[in-house]
Nanobody, 122 residues
């Protein structure tokens, strides 16, 4: 049974930084690991993804500010978030996709974490 557990969320001032972590327990084999976010009253949207050959993908809204990475030895994925803005406020979820394909569609992911709240004050 694969479980994804996020950590690292919190309250930060605009312009600040946070690093989110996603630790996977159990045997996990994925083509993609991604971060999504969901603001109150809005749909869950893709933020960033990393493939099993280290290709990275970013939403336009976070390019140049966020960096996705992974440590396979620790079975952990990260999202470094810099220059945070109030509009980055959301619950952030990590997700794993067994088969390759569109990285932006939430329905295509097989594993999900419980989410971690990120609040950016302006």
């Amino acid at each position: 049974q694969v479980q994804l557990v996020e950590s690292g969320g919190g309250l930060v001032q605009a312009g600040g930084s946070l690093r989110l972590s996603c630790a996977a327990s159990g045997r996990i084999s994925t083509a993609l690991m991604a971060w999504f976010r969901q603001a109150p009253g809005k749909d869950r949207v893709s933020v960033a993804a990393i493939s099993n050959n280290d290709a990275t993908f970013y939403a336009d809204s976070v390019k140049g500010r966020f960096t996705i990475s992974r440590d396979l030895a620790k079975n952990t994925w990260y999202l470094q978030m810099n220059s945070l803005k109030a509009e980055d406020t959301a619950v952030y979820y990590c997700a794993g996709k067994i088969f390759s394909g569109s990285w932006t569609e939430p329905l295509g992911y097989d594993y999900w974490g419980q989410g971690t709240q990120v609040t950016v004050s302006s």
